[in-house]
């Protein structure tokens, strides 16, 4: 099998996280000082472009060294990168577009800039390269257990994808949303309900956002110690940075509800894998959203009855935990089936 060694997987990812920081930087400009940006031209463009510049030349290089030993460039193609060097381009052709759509549009002042076509472009193709070691170390096998070398890159990879969705999603990314229950619910339509049905769907799509990429992991592996800590506190932390939210209270959210997936994670019961993954990800998703709500309740910011708030921790619970036991009972082989073909190997 054409595979990379973890160690090139992590040169991948670091290169990634200064793509990934540019973009953080940049949509903090586009929250704090919008006003005085007129062109596509601007220094946290610098960073964000010359990331991609740098992690695309390294996926090149990645490729040209199997050039010698390969029949064709597909067979220098190493196992897992066929769909980052597709990332690649996808992201050359958004970020061209986006250039253009700058300059003949001008510069968006709010939540369009997440939905414009030529951004939507540049997050596909950031997601197909940070995503690059859980494809790679899929196709190395090696049973349930990450090699030592591997689990670095994975959680960056888990980390920064999940930073990824946060940003992209970030008008229903709940975490460092103080505001979100500040409205007093009356059981009639109007703005009270309104305001509720708004603010359960960004709880929802929160859990999602921040259990997805954890179960992609448990579906095959057992999850590495700290990745949801790492990957759900650092989620919380840049996203609440860059859209000027709430970082107490988002990182306390982030942060609890990771600690608490991971400790159930690492508790052996004699249950099986698929009872632990189940139990993690919906004790961690409950501890996150009670550690939200009881902040904001301190704060004096609670308007919700106990029936509301309540029931969302359960239901997010409920999900979360749904969603492991989908994921997990459709759980691939330990071994990689070779019968695919060459075709499948690229990806």
Known sequence: MNTTHPRTDLVTMV??????????????????????????????????????????????????????????????????????????????????????????????????????PTHVLLFLGILMIMTTPLRTAAHRGGGRRLDRAEVKPVILSVAFTTALLGFFLTYLFAPGAGWLADHPFDGATGEGETRLMLGMGMIFVSTFILAGPVVAVAQRWRPPVGLATVAWGMTTLMVAIAFDQDLALAVATGVTGGLVTDLLFGIRTGSSEIVRTVTALGGGTAAAWSAFFVLVANADALQWPPELWAGAILLSALGAAGLAWLACNQRPSVEVAEASGREAALI
């Open 15 to 116: 290169l990634g996280i200064w793509m990934m920081l540019g973009l953080f930087v940049d949509g903090y400009a586009h929250v704090n000082i919008i006003e005085t940006i007129e062109s596509f031209f601007t220094p946290w463009h610098a960073i964000f472009y010359s990331g991609f510049a740098a992690t695309a030349a390294w996926i090149g290089y990645v490729v040209w060294l199997r050039m010698a030993e390969a029949d064709d460039i597909r067979a220098a193609i190493p196992a897992g990168y066929g769909l980052s060097i597709l990332g690649v381009v996808v992201f050359a052709l958004g970020g061209a577009g986006d250039a253009i759509w700058h300059t003949l549009l001008g510069i968006e002042v709010g939540v369009d800039a997440l939905l414009s």
